[in-house]
């Protein structure tokens, strides 16, 4: 069991165990290091307590109840029985729980003196009321001593290689400190396990195994009758025979077997006494008919105390040693399924219904566990969650909160001379009106709710120093987070604006990061609540800060969907009024249109330039490879399209602003270039129909022609296989070899009629225009509606699977065409047949299940890779260490370069010569 | 070197300095040195900065986009290779033996041009008698086996029956083995009334029976790529095809990161993993920066030897209880340290999130000293 060690008690608790400051009961009653916060105090109370008279400038008061104490070290350890009765505060002696007024009963299980659960109780060891206490262990001398089950192979690995008589490891003398290094050298390599097995290893090979090396006593064999028992020469060793064994090893021997004596004896693992945990860990529940529901662990407690009482009881009658015999045995089966109610062995124990009992193993363990679930994993309050929207007026490093959510979620900020007014107000609104406020913490720590009522009095009383809890408003920073929280743009800071409405709005540009779309997707939002943390989510976190990804350093931020589609129509061949041209500019966010050019008609590159910073300049390239070409903040040759301005590793436009004007000034153009796009189709329209994958019908004869073209091949090829004159790939059968020719035939064919779609499309469609740039979709899909869906593979293979011989019954067996394998010559409008139909289902549930189970599978992959590097640092040397300050790397990456800061990972000095 | 350039050796990476040298016009070449200096220095990582979390962020995050499929045609008549999400896993967790594993032997000078190149693929290929053998003809009443060699295969692998026999002979203790014409007699040494058993299986024994080649290569390929032909191999041994004469040590490789480590070393392994982690992630169209991949192959070898990103590899070498309990099997490792009365040092992430204290980690790493006045109370 853990031992918590404070800083202050950082006495040499190694060399002096038992004297080890055993959290007596009085300093465990203490309060603990609270969280910064102090608790939330029930309402009626603070009432009572208002009475106070306000204290004269209070200043920072508030701020110094805060509790410094940090823990400095965690020492583990077994309990030894002397700990266990020091640190317990009340001896269990009657498995009764109440009494019949409800009280509960000295010396049960849920004695005042462990703490209380009751409100209204006092705790008889600390005095103080519930929430507060935070609970005291009992103890229980059992009758007979037993195992603790999660030490039972450990002294059964004691038992074996230890002498009987003398209790020292079966290793001569002399021998002893050479086979310490080579265990030593064991434990380093494979771990404490390892070590154990070695030892008695070392012993067999010493062949003295019979007799001890020091008393020459004769040693038999021991084995383990699982689960807790040990048979030695066909006769059980009780537990108080192994016990007394255990306490003949000398402390030096234990260390042999990587035992630290000093903390945890052997005979410690054979229990005399029983720690009873506090009530506040096993709280029962008040069901509504007023009965009480104990906790599991209650229940099993309960059960060892019953046995034990029994158990004292024929003992002291002089019972018969069968009878006593089978009651030890059933007090070793209930504390080994207090500690262990999973073990192969032994039936669970389990509730009158039959499900069963959670016990110390299994609140620890697993995901739902008290490690993974509650102390790594912790909960949070300022926090809210509801259904998001896309609200594309909003700047990209805005939020919309409801104004509900605004009215509940609240930012506490100091009264100080200088916003006492300010914040008057907010008290003075009270709840219900929208800039108000909720509560009113006072210098001492005492917090209170506002209400309608009480809003006068808790106006009157406000002082510098007081802390008003007011309303979320504009301009607030708030952090919002979609799961599964990937990477760190999973968790950004942004800017609170308060709207109507009851979803969470957000600009469509940060889709991508946190790889949200809006069917019906929910996302949190946190207030953080310090100035500390306000600083950190501003400056570490805010969406100016995550434009440009730490995997790949480029931008993840960028235009989607009609953002490109609409730059790209505008880019390309639209040509505006400079009336017009100004309502575009101006509802894009520009009102300075001195560089607009003084014409009648402007383009739409003249346009798009107003939204570029004077004097940049660009070179690159479009999606298909045209240059694109910018100088002095004039677009003056290329398209816009996902190349330039998109997100997710694109948007090499956006990076090149970036390295030049910074994060903000990015993020501000940004925001009026995915405007400006939107803008032009709100102006223009922009739909897209069935009548996009029309093609003419020149162009539906070529695809018929191709495809037919394919199927004779493949049957040609077909033929040469059964001739067996078909040239056989090297190191491949003549099956392998057909596959593969009637697959490359195929898929050929299939792009031959992509490349026909994109030939005789029409230019115009707006379904081509979204292709074309990047926005949605590309020519395959486009082929896949108008011309052909293709040939569905299934690992990398024609669809073999089915009947025996043949995919479907509708063929003949040994069907080798096109067609029975799953090439789909029609396109999604002309629509499938029945048989192509199958096929498709057939690919569509294999990717289906594809997806089903890679999640888990890559989700494990990164818990481990998290785990496995989250300590890793880079130091003030630039060395990369990790937490036990080993070196992983001299320098982070070869160069030190941090890939969020650089250029798709370098320093491109290319650029810079241009530049220079 | 340069000579402008010579002073910025120390403080530009070597990579960035030949950058310069090649592409800088002589001109300009102290002025963008400086301008590359000056964004280099800006573009360093921060001390304190999560390094190790974001990279397995960066390799964790696109794991999700990954698929599952198994097998991968790169071209027609390349052979099967796990790809994708199961390879990455395979990498990281360590293991011992990789699902597919795979050779590149590139040829030095006069092999590499194409001539001949079958014939030399197949000296590279392990070679077993039943691959030869055409026909078994067991003969009851002499208790003794002909095996007829295939004359073709033969060839092919420049064997001859008598060579064969020469090189199984030593490995076949059971039984005695010799040529005649194209055919082998395969007889036992000792016969008794169990004889028609073992002679049975001892021609089971045979047809496994090494005879030449490479052990481990089950199946070789020739490919042109770019001007040079190489060979590609199914099955590894490295050690065995590094020593033979025709074959380019410098630049042929295996995937079996375990047997890089043990033939060429550590530093050999570690770059095994950054490469073939990088060429998954570059199939799969997705783009990681190398760094990240770096610093995770770097964390397997660190102790000298490939440790897997796995609670008995990298996870387990953590100095805090909490850290690893956190991970899995938490019972195990807190039983363990008791026993050993280890002492937590609260010196990583997980066990300060557990006490809700500041994490050693980013901006909870800086300690503030600061030496002051206490303020008078006024």
């Known amino acids: ?916 | 070197m340069h000579k402008e350039l010579e002073k910025f050796e120390g403080l530009l990476p070597l990579k960035l300095l030949r950058e310069i040298e090649e592409l800088a016009p002589q001109s300009k070449i102290k002025k963008v040195a400086e301008r590359v200096l000056e964004e280099y220095t800006a573009a360093r990582v921060d001390p304190g900065e999560a390094v190790g979390l974001v990279g397995a962020e960066s390799i964790g995050e696109p794991g999700t986009q990954m698929t599952l499929n198994t097998f991968h045609y790169a071209g027609v008549a390349e052979m099967n290779v796990t790809m994708g999400l199961p390879r990455i896993i395979e990498i990281l967790d360590g293991r011992k033996n990789p699902a597919t594993p795979m050779m590149e032997i590139y040829l030095k000078s006069p092999y590499d041009k194409g001539k001949d190149i079958k014939e030399i693929a197949l000296q590279v290929k392990e070679v077993k008698v039943g691959e030869l053998v055409s026909e078994y003809s067991m003969n009851i009443s002499e208790l003794k086996i002909e095996l007829k060699l295939s004359a073709e295969k033969c060839r092919e692998f420049g064997l001859t029956p008598s060579i064969v026999v020469r090189n199984a002979e030593k490995l076949v203790k059971e039984g005695t083995m010799k040529a005649e014409g194209d055919t082998i007699v395969l007889k036992l040494k000792k016969r008794d009334e169990t004889s028609m058993n073992d002679l049975y299986k001892l021609k089971e024994k045979v047809k496994g029976v090494y005879v030449s080649g490479v052990k481990g290569i089950f199946q070789v390929l020739p490919v042109k790529r770019k001007e040079e032909f190489l060979i590609i191999t199914s099955g590894t041994n490295l050690k065995k095809v590094l020593d033979l004469e025709f074959v380019d040590a410098t630049r042929t490789v295996s995937n079996d990161i375990h047997e890089v480590a043990e033939v060429l070393g550590i530093e050999a392994a570690r770059q095994a993993i950054i490469d073939e982690v990088f060429k998954v992630i570059e199939t799969q169209g997705l783009n990681v920066d190398i760094r990240h991949i770096m610093l995770v192959a770097d964390t397997m070898c660190t102790s000298g030897e490939i440790k897997g990103i796995t609670r008995y590899g990298v996870v387990s070498e953590k100095a805090s209880v909490l850290a690893r309990a956190s991970f899995e099997t938490p019972i195990k490792h807190i039983i363990n340290a008791a026993l050993t009365g280890e002492v937590d040092k609260l010196n990583s992430v997980v066990e300060n999130v557990m006490l809700n204290q500041p994490v050693p980690i980013g901006t909870g790493l800086p300690g503030l000293v600061m030496k002051g006045k206490v303020a008078k109370a006024k």
Request: hydrophobic share 35%; aromatic share 6%; proline share 6%.
């Open chain 1, 1 to 916: 069991m853990p031992r918590k060690k404070e800083s202050e008690t950082t006495t040499p608790a190694l060399e002096a165990p038992v004297e080890l400051p055993a959290l007596p009961a009085k300093e465990a009653a203490k309060p603990l290091p609270m969280p910064s916060t102090p608790l939330p105090v029930p309402d009626d109370e603070v009432k009572s307590a208002v009475e106070d008279k306000p204290r004269e400038r209070a200043s920072f008061e508030a701020f110094q109840t805060y509790v410094h104490k940090q823990v400095q070290s965690i020492v583990f350890g077994v309990l030894s029985p002397k700990m266990i009765k020091k640190m317990a505060s009340a001896k269990i002696v009657t498995p009764e729980l109440y009494d019949k007024e409800g009280y509960p009963v000295d010396g049960g299980l849920m004695d005042v003196r462990l703490g209380v659960i009751d409100p209204g109780l006092k705790c008889k060891t600390c005095g103080s009321k519930l929430k507060e206490c935070i609970g005291h262990f009992g103890y229980i001398e059992l009758a007979r001593p037993v195992f603790h089950v999660k030490f039972i192979r450990i002294v059964h690995i004691l038992l074996r290689t230890t002498c009987r008589e003398c209790g020292r490891v079966l290793i001569p003398q002399e021998k002893i400190g050479r086979y310490m290094q080579v265990l030593n050298r064991v434990e380093q390599e494979e771990g404490i396990d390892a070590r154990r097995l070695a030892v008695k290893a070392v012993i067999d090979s010493l062949k003295t195994v019979n007799k001890c090396p020091h008393c020459k006593a004769k040693q038999y064999k021991v084995q383990i009758e699982k689960p807790t028992s040990f048979v030695e020469n066909e006769k059980r060793l009780s537990p108080i025979e192994v016990r007394t064994r255990m306490e003949r090893i000398p402390d030096e021997d234990c260390l042999l077997f990587g035992i630290n004596s000093q903390v945890a004896r052997p005979e410690w693992m054979v229990l005399t006494v029983l720690s009873i945990p506090p009530v506040t860990i096993r709280p029962s529940i008040t069901l509504e008919s007023g009965e009480r529901s104990e906790d599991d662990l209650t229940h099993k407690l309960g059960d060892i105390v019953r046995i034990n009482q029994r158990l004292f009881e024929n003992i002291n009658a002089g019972a018969p040693e069968i009878i006593i015999e089978d009651l030890w045995d059933l007090l070793q089966y209930h504390v080994t399924t207090f500690f262990d109610n999973t073990i192969a062995q032994l039936p669970p124990a389990r509730h009158r219904s039959g499900q069963p009992l959670k016990t110390i193993t299994e609140r620890i363990k697993s995901k739902e566990g008290r490690i993974r679930h509650n102390l790594a994993g912790k909960r949070t309050n300022f926090c809210a969650r509801t259904v998001i929207s896309p609200d594309p007026m909003l700047k990209i490093n805005e939020v919309g909160v409801p104004k509900s959510i605004a009215m509940k979620l609240t930012v506490p900020e100091t009264i100080t001379d200088w916003n006492l007014a300010y914040l008057k107000k907010f008290v003075e609104r009270g709840p219900q009106v929208y800039p108000g406020s909720n509560y009113v913490i006072r210098p001492d720590g005492k917090k209170k709710k506002i209400t309608e009522e009480t809003k006068e009095a808790a106006v009157e009383e406000l002082q510098p120093g007081y802390v008003v809890e007011r309303h979320l408003l504009d301009g607030d920073v708030a952090i919002f987070n979609r799961q599964p929280s990937l990477h760190r743009m999973s968790m950004m800071c942004h800017r609170v604006k308060v709207l109507p409405g009851r979803t969470l709005r957000m600009n469509p540009a940060v889709c991508a990061p946190y790889n949200a779309d809006f069917d019906g997707d929910e996302m949190n939002l946190h207030i953080p609540q310090t100035e500390e943390s306000r600083a950190e989510a501003e400056i570490l976190m805010e969406i100016q800060h995550q434009l440009i990804s730490p995997r790949y350093g480029l931008s993840v931020i960028g235009c989607i969907h009609d953002g490109i589609s609409g730059n790209y129509l505008l880019t390309k061949h639209l040509e505006l009024s400079r009336e017009d041209a100004i309502d575009l500019l101006c509802s894009a966010g520009v009102h300075d249109f001195s560089r607009l050019p003084n014409k009648k008609t402007v383009t739409g590159r003249e346009i798009f330039s107003m939204v570029l910073p004077e004097e940049f300049n660009y070179n690159g390239v479009t999606k298909g490879g045209q240059p694109v070409v910018i100088k002095e903040g004039k677009l003056l040759d290329g398209v816009m399209d996902t190349h330039s301005i998109g997100g997710e590793g694109d948007g090499v436009l956006l990076r090149s602003l970036h390295k030049k004007y910074g994060a903000s000034a990015t993020m501000q153009v940004l925001h009026m270039i995915f405007k400006l796009g939107i803008e032009t189709l709100t102006r223009n329209g922009f739909s897209a129909g069935l009548a996009d994958s029309d093609l003419p019908q020149l162009a539906r004869e070529m695809v018929q022609d191709t495809l037919n073209k394919a199927e004779e091949e493949v049957s040609s090829i077909i033929q040469s296989f059964h001739e067996k004159s078909m040239e056989v790939f090297p190191s491949r059968t003549a099956q392998e070899t057909l596959e593969l020719k009637i697959l490359e035939v195929l898929n050929k064919a299939r792009n031959k009629c992509g490349q026909i779609v994109k030939e005789y499309a029409n230019k115009r469609t707006h379904t081509i225009v979204m292709a074309d740039s990047g926005a949605r979709g590309n020519f395959l899909n486009l082929a896949q509606m108008a011309a052909c869906v293709g040939q569905q593979a299934m690992r990398g293979k024609r669809i073999e699977k089915g009947y025996l011989g043949r995919t479907l019954s509708c063929f003949r067996p040994g069907d080798l065409t096109s067609e029975a394998h799953g090439f789909i010559r029609h396109g999604f409008k002309h629509g499938l047949s029945p048989k192509e139909f199958f096929f498709h289902a057939i690919t569509g549930r294999d990717a289906l299940m594809d997806t089903a189970l890679r999640t888990p599978k890559s989700g494990y992959l990164y818990r481990r890779l998290a785990n496995a590097m989250q300590d890793m640092r880079v130091e003030y040397d630039q060395t990369v260490r990790d937490a036990n300050g080993r070196i992983i790397q001299f320098e982070y990456g070869e160069d030190g370069v941090d890939v969020a800061k650089s250029e798709s990972g370098k320093i491109d000095v290319k650029r810079i010569i241009d530049e220079v």
